[in-house]
């Protein structure tokens, strides 16, 4: 069976500042892992995922996620939030079927 | 890109009634389409699968009897909950993968919030 860890429920920073989003995953086999982030209101909506080849994926509004094997994580980071990067963002893993964690609420302050 | 929608966002009703869902994709076709269920403050668990003109297939401890899915066409899915109680308040979530969509592509509709009361 597959399981996601997002170890931060709720992350608060100041506009301007660098963040990372935590994620740990455990799987006996090759997986897909995805982030996905929701804006209040609408639906899920995928931020950047790796499938294989380079271990670095980036999004197009600048997050980043690295994907580590031996520490079986996929952290999403970014180097300068802005105030429209708030929303809950998800991490998740594919393998026949979607597993998700439990959601990071990334709150960013003027 | 592809767009998910969902009807209707918001929905009460009283214990003991039946409501249904609709998802719908509205720029392509889907050929599976997947209900989500969340919880507050935890993630999204799946509940079924369910693939156009076939039966849905249904993720261990949901009862297809109550959560009744239809994929007739293929824009267009159901679900309907039937004599809902209170535990089955919470947040419907569909998505939705194209013919021509890679197998980890799904796009999500918007949720529907279901009280019951």
């Known amino acids: 069976a597959q399981s996601v860890t997002q170890l931060d429920s709720q992350v608060p920073v100041f506009e301007e500042a660098p963040v990372e989003l935590r994620c740990n995953y455990s799987?006996?086999?090759?997986?897909?892992l995805f982030w996905y982030v929701q804006y209040p209101n609408q639906g899920l909506q995928l931020l950047l995922k790796?499938?294989?080849?380079?271990?670095l994926v980036e999004s197009i509004n600048g997050f980043e996620a690295e994907f580590n094997k031996s520490q079986t994580s996929f952290h999403l980071r970014k180097p300068s939030v802005h105030i429209s990067d708030t929303a809950e963002y998800f991490c998740?893993?594919?393998?026949?079927?979607?597993?998700f964690g439990q959601g990071t609420i990334l709150t960013v302050h003027p | 890109g592809a767009v998910v929608s969902q009807h209707p966002s918001r929905v009460i009703c009283k214990s003991g009634t039946s409501v249904k869902i609709e998802c719908r994709s509205l720029?392509?076709?889907?050929?599976?389409m997947f209900w989500y269920r969340q919880f507050p403050k935890k993630s999204l668990m799946l509940m079924a699968t369910?693939?156009?003109?076939?039966?849905?297939?249904?993720e261990q401890g949901v009862e297809k009897d109550k959560f009744l899915i239809n994929h007739a066409s293929l824009t267009l899915s159901t679900l309907t909950v039937t004599s809902a109680h209170p535990e089955d308040s919470s947040f419907y979530i569909c998505?939705?993968?194209?013919?021509?969509?890679?197998?980890?592509?799904?796009?999500f509709g918007p949720g529907t919030r279901l009280t019951v009361l």
């Open positions: 998505s939705a993968r194209g013919l021509a969509g890679d197998i980890d592509t799904q796009y």
């Open positions: 799987s006996s086999v090759s997986v897909y």
């Open positions: 790796y499938l294989s080849g380079s271990t």
């Open positions: 998740a893993i594919l393998y026949g079927k979607l597993t």
């Open positions: 720029d392509f076709q889907a050929t599976t």
């Open positions: 369910s693939n156009e003109g076939s039966k849905a297939t249904y």
